[in-house]
């Protein structure tokens, strides 16, 4: 049986190497620029009639925008336009990737902790700065529960701030433990197909067909769940609603 | 698994700040505000069809109710001329009418007084007819000799009773 954890392995294409840090241009690297080259290209190339009667290309590319701005209207409220562009970016970054690694023999860049992990850290910092940067020295006070009794208080602080803690951790394994998890399943049951040949591997192929609309699913509803965390993030931390 | 491979890291690290970055740049400085633009402008040109279709609306409305106004006035000034020649007609027919009356009643008196003359005539007439019968017969049952004068008294005196 093949190795079903073979398919995330980062193969170098081109050695490169940037004042004494790797930066090969990987499989993964690839996949990144792809999914980059596709979002630019429905954005920018989709756009390119600027129809009053959009095209089918044009309308995908006018939903996107309207999805994620409807998006950050309704959870970051008042403030969060500025950041509508970040927001947008890593929802159509996310969702290419994940999208482009439905394909078969392409790469998931999102399947490496690393790369979500980056990404999670980036919205972590980005929004604990903004939160200061907003209301000072009394964003500490987001992690004091309002209408708790005082004997209470230093508990749920402290459960308060591992949990604030937590957040790049639950966001960056959930899109990783997804993705990761969905494609070595589906590397599974197609060695399954193949081991049980003609006669037995039809109910594994019937079920590859059916979790491969699945994980198409997942690809999107990751994507989703990525970008609508990091607008509540950014709600906490512009209105320190709780 | 190749996840934990730490010298895997810094390259895909490096690749993703390029391709984010350059992505996020592209998207927040070209293709976002042109897709914002486009949708600004199809929201302004259905806004101001809409506003434009109301305002015909209201002219055509405006229209109708001009029309309205002018066919009920209309509609007022025939009736008002109808009646008016319905008016003058029926005075002359009046006039006409109390004309040829009084032609009828003139005639009729006018025949009333033929008639009354004739009776008198008749009436003077008949006695001297009388008078004159009256003296014929006299004469041949008596055969005597009468006046005109004494005829006359008698037939007179009978006409009378």
Redesign the interface.
Same mark, same amino acid.
């Given at each position: 049986m093949p190795d079903p954890?073979h398919q995330?392995?980062?193969k170098?294409l081109v050695e490169?190497d940037?004042f004494g840090?790797?930066?090969? #241009?990987?499989n993964?690297?690839l996949f990144?620029?792809l999914?980059?080259m596709c979002?630019?290209f429905l954005?920018?190339f989709g @756009?390119r009639g600027?129809?009053?009667v959009?095209t089918r290309m044009?309308s995908v590319?006018?939903i996107s925008?309207?999805f994620v701005a409807n998006m950050v209207r309704d959870n970051v409220g008042s403030g969060g336009q500025r950041y509508?562009?970040?927001v #947008?970016?890593l929802f159509?970054?996310i969702l290419f990737c994940n999208m482009l690694g439905m394909l078969p023999y392409s790469f998931t860049v999102t399947?490496?902790?690393?790369?979500t992990f980056?990404?999670a850290a980036v919205v972590f910092i980005g929004v604990t700065i903004i939160g200061f940067a907003k209301h000072g020295i009394g964003f500490l006070k987001f992690f004091v529960p309002s209408g708790v009794p005082v004997a209470l208080l230093p508990l749920l602080v402290v459960i308060e701030v591992i949990s604030y803690l937590t957040r790049p951790v639950s966001l960056s394994v959930r899109l990783?433990a997804n993705m @990761?998890a969905g494609h070595t399943m589906l590397k599974v049951f197609g060695a399954f197909v193949v081991g049980l040949g003609v006669i037995g591997g039809w109910a594994p192929l019937a079920f590859m067909v059916a979790f491969t609309g699945l994980e198409i699913l997942v690809a999107f509803l990751q994507a989703y769940v990525f970008a609508i965390l990091t607008c509540i993030y950014l709600n906490d931390a512009l209105h320190m609603h709780h | 698994? *190749?996840?934990?491979?730490l010298?895997?890291?810094? *390259?895909?690290?490096?690749?993703?700040a390029i391709?984010?970055i350059?992505?996020?740049i592209?998207?927040?400085r070209?293709?976002?505000p042109?897709?914002?633009?486009?949708?600004e402008?199809?929201r302004d040109?259905i806004a101001s069809d809409l506003d434009e279709a109301e305002q015909l609306k209201q002219s055509t409305d405006e229209a109708i109710a001009a029309y309205e106004q002018a066919l009920a006035e209309a509609r007022a000034r025939a009736h008002a001329i109808a009646q008016e020649t319905r008016e003058a007609l029926s005075r002359e027919v009046e006039a006409e009418k109390a004309e040829v009356e009084k032609q009828i009643a003139k005639k009729a008196d006018e025949a009333e007084k033929a008639i009354a003359d004739a009776k008198t005539a008749a009436i003077a007439n008949l006695s001297d007819v009388a008078s004159g019968a009256a003296e014929t017969i006299v004469k041949e049952l008596v055969g005597g000799k009468l006046t005109k004068a004494e005829v006359n008294k008698a037939v007179s005196k009978a006409l009378a009773s």
């Open positions: 954890m995330f392995e980062i170098r490169l940037v840090l790797d930066a090969s #241009f990987t993964s690297s990144m620029v999914a980059a979002v630019i954005t920018i @756009m600027r129809a009053l959009p044009q590319a006018e925008y309207e509508f562009p970040f #947008f970016t159509m970054f399947s490496h902790i690393i790369i980056a990404m990783f @990761m | 698994m *190749p996840q934990l491979e010298l895997d890291f810094a *390259p895909q690290l490096m690749w993703l391709t984010f350059t992505l996020y592209v998207m927040a070209v293709a976002l042109r897709i914002a633009t486009v949708i402008e199809r040109r």
